[in-house]
């Protein structure tokens, strides 16, 4: 099967190699750069178009800031609705950790990036808080470091659209 989204990601070289530290704090020899990569329309209406055609959902959310352009681009590209999920709380105006209506609705959560999948299950602790039901994330890449395995213990399936060992290759 010919992967469009894996020939996007390497055109638009979202792949660097350095020393690098993840924000789950592990140290790597390379870092996927998916956010950057994203801001070129080609790759982000491809995964828009993919995510919106393959999965069932009520609503799409992303945890800011990854997350928010790929939100954005798939609930146009399915036209339904999204939120986003703010890293941290602010101490003023309404001070919601979720923007967007999710109560109630069975939400998707879509990441840039996975690792070890602690910003996916903030996501999805979140959205709980909010009253959503999420038993999915789809991510762009899973670098599968882990983030698989922790989502299953809390009974929430991983979908990557692209594993790192896939982008490596």
């Known amino acids: 099967m010919v992967n469009r989204i894996l020939d996007l990601l390497i055109q ?4 660097e ?13 390379y870092y996927i750069d998916v956010k950057t990569a994203i801001m070129q329309p080609e790759l982000l209406s491809e995964i828009a178009a993919e995510v919106a055609k393959r999965y069932d959902f009520d609503c799409i959310a992303g945890v800011a800031v990854g997350g928010v352009p ?8 399915a036209k ?20 967007g209506d999710v109560q109630g609705k ?28 999420v038993d999915s994330v789809v991510t762009v890449v899973d670098r599968e470091g882990g983030a698989e395995e922790l989502l299953a213990a809390e009974g929430v399936t991983l979908y990557p659209l692209v594993k790192a060992s896939e982008l490596l290759a």
């Open 12 to 15: 638009y070289k979202a792949v």
């Open 17 to 29: 190699f350095g020393d690098f530290t993840l924000a789950s704090g592990a140290q790597s020899k």
């Open 70 to 77: 790929l939100a954005v681009a798939v609930s146009l590209a």
């Open 80 to 99: 339904k609705p999204c939120a986003i999920i703010r890293a941290a709380a602010k101490d003023h105006g309404k001070s919601q950790m979720i923007i």
């Open 106 to 133: 069975r939400v998707l959560l879509i990441e840039d990036v996975t690792t070890s999948g602690g910003s996916s299950k903030y996501g999805i602790e979140e959205l709980k808080k909010a009253g959503a039901f």
